[in-house]
């Protein structure tokens, strides 16, 4: 019976800087990844480096990277590639530029990788984390066609409005979110540190105390004895909630669904996803990408489950013959307007245009409601913080005030 050879496992590479002569007696020096100081060596050797001297770098926690990282770089990227910047000292330059250690370790890296024979899309791909599959076929895409400079400057557009458009919902989100949280923190405060005050003040007031202050009186009882039950209880739901909705796709689905059809938000949010999902198809399209795969990457960044898996049957539909307005139609989701656009770009031939239009259309009006809502909800946040904090006031007064009445 033969042997079963045992997987290989994934060797560990780390970064080093060297420093040594070239061939001309030059100081050169740089960085390399590897799995050992040996190797290093070796490859320099290989290179003609004479006296280098390797040291392991070191790890650096640095700070996480984020959306915006990546896009800053691909607009710098994009900006030097145009000017006739070559690939490789482009990366070196924006890399060393950074002020995030992560992003310059990570950019190194695939420097290091395009260097070693890999293709700029197929160094992109082995880090998902930070660059999906749309932005890889494009990449690729602008590869094979040589027009990478034009590819990364689309690229780099579509980041900065796909960016922009979610800076927007986290902020029209955030803003009531964090007064809500702020206004029952302050309410605690004072439940548990104000309203036993009044308490002891009204112990000999002799004579029965209004309905309004009893009532507050007996919730601050429940907050000074059960504080910490309550504090943890809403503490560990938050928790568990957000934990759920990590792992269940079930409860994601309906949550995306949730706020579609949520008042006030449900309308912001639907607008801001089709106009991802129009950009991104606009994007992939205008660059030669093939409608089905193109509507792979779309499903992924709709950023709606519901729009998610109404992609996935329109891409299904698309590949058997349907066009893409009828598949679009089928799934029920899209505006007329869309679905007439669309027509419209693939009776005409310029399916990426008319997209990109509806995409600018639907941009706008999430900017428009964007400023309805943030003017709709001060003055309804303010009127929510003066019923709550003045009801708590003036039910603590009231005996004050039927006490000097009496008096």
């Not at 999430?366 to 909800?377: C, E, F, G, I, K």
Request: with cysteine; aromatic share 8%.
């Amino acid at each position: 019976m033969a042997a079963v050879a045992k997987p290989e496992k994934d060797v560990k590479v780390y970064l080093y800087t060297w420093e040594g002569k070239d061939k001309t007696g030059k100081l050169v020096k740089g960085e390399m990844r590897a799995s050992g100081e040996n190797i290093v060596n070796a490859t320099l050797r290989r290179q003609g480096i004479q006296n280098a001297k390797v040291k392991k770098a070191s790890s650096g926690s640095g700070k996480k990277i984020t959306d915006q990282d990546i896009t800053f770089f691909t607009r710098q990227l994009a900006t030097m590639m145009k000017a006739g910047v070559p690939l490789l000292q482009a990366f070196d330059i924006v890399a060393k530029g950074h002020s995030n250690p992560s992003v310059t370790r990570l950019l190194l890296e695939i420097k290091t990788e395009v260097e070693t024979g890999s293709s700029l899309a197929q160094a992109f791909r082995k880090y998902p984390l930070y660059f999906d599959n749309l932005f890889c076929n494009l990449v690729q895409a602008g590869e094979q066609a040589g027009i990478l400079d034009a590819l990364l400057d689309r690229l780099a557009i579509y980041k900065e409005k796909m960016l922009a458009i979610r800076s927007k919902i986290k902020k029209a989100l955030f803003y009531p979110v964090s007064i809500l949280v702020v206004a029952f923190v302050v309410t605690a405060v004072i439940m548990i540190f104000v309203i036993p005050q009044f308490k002891e003040l009204f112990q000999g007031f002799g004579a029965n105390l209004p309905a309004p202050t009893v009532m507050v009186m007996n919730l601050s009882e429940i907050f000074v004895s059960y504080w910490y039950i309550i504090f943890g209880s809403i503490g560990l739901a938050v928790w568990s909630f957000m934990n759920a909705l990590k792992r269940s796709e079930k409860l994601q689905f309906a949550m995306d669904r949730l706020m579609l059809k949520a008042p006030v938000f449900g309308d912001m949010v639907r607008k801001a996803t089709i106009a991802r999902w129009t950009r991104t198809l606009s994007t992939m399209f205008a660059a030669g990408v093939p409608l089905v795969e193109a509507l792979d990457s779309v499903a992924g960044a709709a950023g709606n489950r519901v729009y998610m898996l109404a992609t996935r049957k329109i891409q299904s539909e698309v590949s058997t013959g349907s066009s893409l307005t009828v598949a679009m139609q089928n799934s029920g989701i899209f505006p007329n307007m869309v679905l007439q656009m669309c027509a419209i770009g693939e009776e005409s031939g310029s399916l990426d245009g008319m997209l990109g239009k509806v995409a600018d259309f639907f941009e706008r009006e999430v900017d428009d409601a964007v400023d309805a809502l943030s003017s709709l909800m001060e003055p309804l946040i303010m009127a929510v913080l003066g019923v709550l904090i003045g009801g708590l006031v003036i039910a603590m007064y009231l005996p004050i005030f039927k006490m000097g009445q009496v008096v």
